[in-house]
């Protein structure tokens, strides 16, 4: 059996992209408290650039999603060949190992601060109460319950996509066990991708639950595996033909971060299809063609690969930041400039996080339940 390298190469491409989606995800619920609009920078900067950096949190984690599903998808192939020879004990593992030590210990720091009374972390809606909340995490359905229940606090709520991913990810093995064929695997997934519009578009009496439902994201995360499907048969494409595909990915990012609303008008619902086929065409440039790390973009890449970590902890950072703001009386126009403890402390959380838990953690299950001493090279950490 082919497991994970100890020290997984990596993909200068997908991190860069990875470290842009955590990015608009901090940018996103940074601007919710302080938009960037009603700074100074509101009458220097083009509105559309400015609304770009600050309401893309969304869709960026749709991107999350297609990567996700490429990645361990691409892995999946590289250890166990055909997908309907993939063991779901191992891969279980892998998944454990990755998401649950840090998830724990955020749920338990989460149910501290709600039990001190802290205003950011205190679960008040109508209907919510603390036991549902840690029900609704480790039941993979905290999604549904603010679908139900209203929005949890923003620690609690950036658990909806995880709810998501790790219920496609239960039933991933199984399906392909059970379906073993492309012929049959591949149909499957291309139905569930192209659902994504009408899912979406169906859900529109409630707002929430429109948001975070499951079938919209798997959507995303199906097209991932397809896009992984499609490498690996892939085998020889040309310079051209990669670089076609990086710059029509970067294109159509550009497009539906910076004109939202005119692709909105467009496409309504089906926007997301162009995101999400955008972010395909970047992880499979990347792929092909691993690009050389870009002088300047180390940090960028550092975002990447601490990328769950800084997305489960960044609200802490954003909480006090603006709390800081708001008791210093500081004038709003010069809130652009308290954007920059909010990167630097949400990169040193997640690198403190990654080095003291969720690295070491990680290895320590994958040593005790896996075979890590044999490796094939180019596995890409998810």
């Given at each position: 059996m082919m497991t994970d390298a100890p020290t997984p190469h990596r993909n200068h491409g997908i991190d860069l992209l990875r470290g842009l989606s955590i990015l608009l995800v901090v940018l996103h619920h940074t601007g919710l408290r302080i938009p960037l609009k009603k700074t100074a920078l509101g009458g220097l900067v083009p509105g559309w650039l400015l609304g770009g950096l600050n309401w893309n949190g969304y869709e960026a984690v749709f991107v999350f999603f297609v990567i996700s599903g490429f990645l361990i998808t691409g892995n999946a192939l590289k250890r166990w060949g055909p997908l309907g020879a993939i063991q779901p004990k191992p891969f279980y593992a892998r998944r454990f190992a990755r998401i649950v030590p840090l998830l724990v210990a955020l749920v338990a720091v989460l149910s501290l601060f709600h039990l001190l009374g802290l205003q950011d972390y205190r679960i008040h809606g109508e209907g919510q109460s603390l036991g549902g909340a840690i029900a609704a995490t480790f039941g993979l359905h905290l999604n549904w319950y603010e679908g139900m229940k209203g929005y949890l606090p923003g620690g609690w709520d950036v658990l909806w996509s995880l709810s998501i991913e790790e219920v496609f990810y239960l039933a991933f093995p199984l399906v392909c066990l059970i379906t073993r064929r492309k012929a049959v695997i591949v149909p499957l997934l291309l139905l569930l991708t192209l659902s994504l519009p009408w899912t979406h578009a169906a859900l529109k009496g409630n707002e929430i639950w429109q948001e975070k439902a499951y079938l919209p994201g798997m959507s995303a995360i199906a097209l991932g595996v397809l896009g992984a499907l499609l490498a690996d048969a892939w085998r020889n494409p040309t310079v051209g033909q990669t670089r076609l595909l990086a710059w029509t990915g970067a294109i159509g990012l550009a497009v539906v971060f910076f004109a939202g609303s005119a692709v909105w008008h467009l496409l309504r619902d089906s926007y997301l299809i162009l995101l999400c086929l955008s972010a395909l065409a970047l992880c499979l440039a990347a792929d092909k063609r691993p690009m050389r790390a870009i002088p300047g973009l180390?940090?960028?890449?550092?975002?990447?690969?601490?990328?769950?970590?800084?997305?489960?902890?960044?609200?802490?950072?954003?909480?006090?930041?603006?709390?800081?703001?708001?008791?210093?009386?500081?004038?709003?126009?010069?809130?652009?400039?308290?954007?920059?403890?909010?990167?630097?402390?949400?990169?040193?959380?997640?690198?403190?996080?990654?080095?003291?838990?969720?690295g070491s953690c990680e290895r320590w299950l994958k040593r005790r339940w896996l075979d890590t001493k044999s490796a094939r090279p180019g596995e890409q950490a998810v």
């Open positions: 180390g940090w960028l890449r550092s975002w990447g690969r601490l990328s769950y970590e800084i997305y489960l902890t960044h609200m802490f950072v954003v909480f006090g930041i603006v709390r800081v703001f708001r008791a210093s009386g500081a004038d709003l126009r010069t809130g652009w400039l308290w954007y920059l403890p909010v990167f630097v402390l949400c990169w040193l959380l997640g690198v403190a996080v990654e080095r003291t838990l969720s």
